[in-house]
Nanobody, 114 residues
């Protein structure tokens, strides 16, 4: 059974940090691109960070220098380290495994207070 599960969201003050985790089934995690997306209320879902199977990373301009995506291929887990958080980072964060039509987790809420 395939699963993608995010965790690590919460409420944090502006300037604070959070680390999100995404655990995926090994059958889909290995060798595939992982992406973190976010969706704020009333806005479209947007890609935040991407990591290839070999560890190459790309970031949205809005988070570059503050967020770091990484992966542990032994634990089948991707991470999103978020530092210097801003109120505009408030959103539901989703993990996506880029295989086939794509696999999504249920999302984890991140709320940044000013």
């Amino acid at each position: 059974q395939v699963h993608v599960v995010e965790s690590g969201g919460g409420l944090v003050q502006a300037g604070g940090s959070l680390r999100l985790s995404c655990v995926a089934s090994g059958s889909i995690f290995r060798g595939n691109v992982m992406r973190w997306y976010r969706q704020a209320p009333g806005k479209q879902r947007e890609v935040v960070a991407v990591i290839s199977s070999s560890g190459t990373t790309t970031y949205a301009v809005s988070v570059k220098g503050r967020f770091t995506i990484s992966r542990d291929n032994v634990k089948n887990t991707a991470y999103l380290q978020m530092n210097s958080l801003k109120p505009e980072d408030t959103a539901v964060y989703y993990c996506n495994v880029a295989v086939g039509a794509g696999y999504w987790g249920q999302g984890t809420q991140v709320t940044v207070s000013s």
